[in-house]
C-alpha cells in the first residue's frame, strides 16, 4: 500500500514540474501559458459583399429574428389574422389594444378578436384597406392576397408592366406584386416558376419571406440616390420607431403632405431637426448626411474640428467635424486619408451600409 501511493506521490511531482517547465518556457518568449491556452481572438467585421444571400438568410434565422413556429405547423395554412399578427410583430410593433381596436365596426367576427389590435394597426398604416364591410380574420390567405400585403406592409415597390412567373398573367391584379417579391428572391420559388397565385398561403412560407424580406432591407447593393426624407425614413425603419409614435408628431409644420411627413416630425419632435428643415425631397448629399447621422444617433466627440481625416476635406468646413467622427468609427466605407466626397449624393446602399457599421 505504501508503495503504491509512493509511486503516485511521484507522478504528482513529474506533472506538477512539467507545468512548471511549460509556464517558464512560455514565459521567455513573452506569451502567458494561460494567454496561449485560452486566448480570445477579436471578431472581424466580414464584408458585406462576401456574405451570399444564402448566408445572410441563414444567419437571420439562427438570429431568431422570426417567431419560433412549431415545425408540426409549417405546413398549416396560416389565416389571416395569424398573417397580420407575424407582420406587425417583425415590424417591432407590439400595438396597444385600447388604440388599435373597432377598425371593421361592421365585422362582428373582428371586433374582440385576439388578433383586433395588429390587424387595426395594419389599417392605420395603410396596408389594409377597411373600406369593405368584413375582413374575415379566420379564412385562409392565398399567396396571391399575401403577396399584395407583403409588398405594401414592407414598401416594396411593385413592378406590373410584365410577369416573372409562369402561371402569373401580365393583366392580373397581383401581377405587380409578385412581380417584385421574385425581383427581391424573397419567394422559394425562383424567375420563371409557378407562384401559385391560387394556393393557400403556409406558416412555414410566410415565416420564410419575413427572413428573405429582412435580407432585402439589409441590401448593400443598392445604388439609387436617396432623399432627405428617405434618409431619414429609413434610419427610423431600421431603429424600429413604431409608426404610432411617429404618426402623433404630426402635424408639426414641416414636409406638410409628405410621404416623409411623419419621419421628418419624429425627427423635430425628438430635437434631431431644428429651424425649417429643408424639401424632404431632395437629394441629400454625404456631408447633410454624416450631419444627420450624427445628430440622430447622437455621436458626438470633442475636439475633433480643427482638422480632417479625410484628403478632400479642409478642417474649415462646416461639416468637417461630422465626417471626423463617421471616419473615426469607421462607418462609411472610405478609409482615414482617402476621400469622402461630400458634395456627392449618398445611396440607399451607403446609408445601409453606414447603418450596418454602427
Known amino acids: 500500500m505504501k508503495k503504491h501511493k509512493l509511486k503516485k506521490k511521484f507522478i504528482l511531482i513529474g506533472a506538477l514540474a512539467a507545468v512548471v517547465l511549460i509556464v517558464v518556457a512560455f514565459s521567455v518568449t513573452g506569451e502567458s501559458l494561460m494567454g496561449k491556452l485560452f486566448s480570445v481572438k477579436p471578431l472581424k467585421r466580414v464584408p458585406s459583399a462576401v456574405i451570399t444571400e444564402t448566408a445572410k438568410r441563414s444567419q437571420i434565422q439562427k438570429l431568431g429574428q422570426i417567431e419560433k413556429i412549431p415545425a408540426a405547423l409549417n405546413n398549416q395554412a396560416i389565416t389571416r389574422a395569424e398573417f397580420s399578427k407575424l407582420i406587425v410583430q ?7 389594444p385600447s388604440i388599435y381596436t373597432n377598425c371593421y365596426p361592421n365585422d362582428a367576427e373582428t371586433i374582440g378578436h385576439w388578433a383586433e389590435a395588429y390587424i387595426c394597426y395594419l389599417v392605420d398604416s395603410g396596408v389594409y384597406n377597411n373600406t369593405q364591410s368584413y375582413f374575415r380574420p379566420n379564412d385562409a390567405l392565398t399567396r396571391a392576397e399575401a403577396a ?17 412567373y409562369g402561371d402569373v398573367p401580365t393583366n392580373a391584379w397581383y401581377t405587380g406584386y409578385t ?14 416558376d409557378m407562384f401559385r397565385p391560387s394556393d393557400v398561403m403556409l406558416t412555414g412560407e410566410t415565416g420564410q419571406w419575413i427572413n428573405s424580406v429582412l435580407s432585402y ?5 443598392n445604388t439609387a440616390q436617396i432623399s432627405r426624407g428617405g434618409f431619414a425614413a429609413l434610419i427610423l425603419k431600421n431603429l424600429n420607431i413604431p409608426i404610432a409614435s411617429m404618426q402623433a408628431t404630426v402635424p408639426c409644420g414641416h414636409a406638410q403632405g409628405s410621404e416623409f411627413e411623419m419621419y421628418i416630425c419624429y425627427l423635430v419632435n425628438q430635437n434631431v431637426l431644428s429651424g425649417n ?14 450631419k444627420l447621422f450624427i445628430q440622430i444617433f447622437n455621436l458626438g ?58
Open 90 to 96: 417583425k415590424m417591432g410593433i407590439n400595438p396597444n
Open 148 to 164: 399584395k400585403l407583403f409588398t405594401t406592409a414592407f414598401d416594396l415597390a411593385s413592378l406590373q408592366t410584365f410577369t416573372l
Open 179 to 192: 412581380n417584385v417579391l421574385a425581383a427581391n428572391g424573397i419567394p422559394a420559388e425562383e424567375i420563371g
Open 217 to 221: 432591407s439589409n441590401d448593400t447593393t
Open 277 to 290: 428643415p429643408t424639401n424632404p425631397n431632395t437629394l441629400i448629399n454625404r456631408a447633410e448626411a454624416a
Open 301 to 358: 466627440m470633442p475636439g475633433i474640428n480643427n482638422y480632417s481625416v479625410y484628403d478632400d476635406i479642409q478642417p474649415s468646413e462646416w461639416y468637417t467635424r461630422y465626417t471626423n467622427i463617421v471616419g473615426m468609427l469607421n462607418i462609411p466605407a472610405e478609409e482615414i486619408g482617402q476621400n469622402f466626397r461630400p458634395a456627392d449624393s449618398i445611396t440607399k446602399a451607403e446609408t445601409q451600409a453606414w447603418l450596418n457599421n454602427l
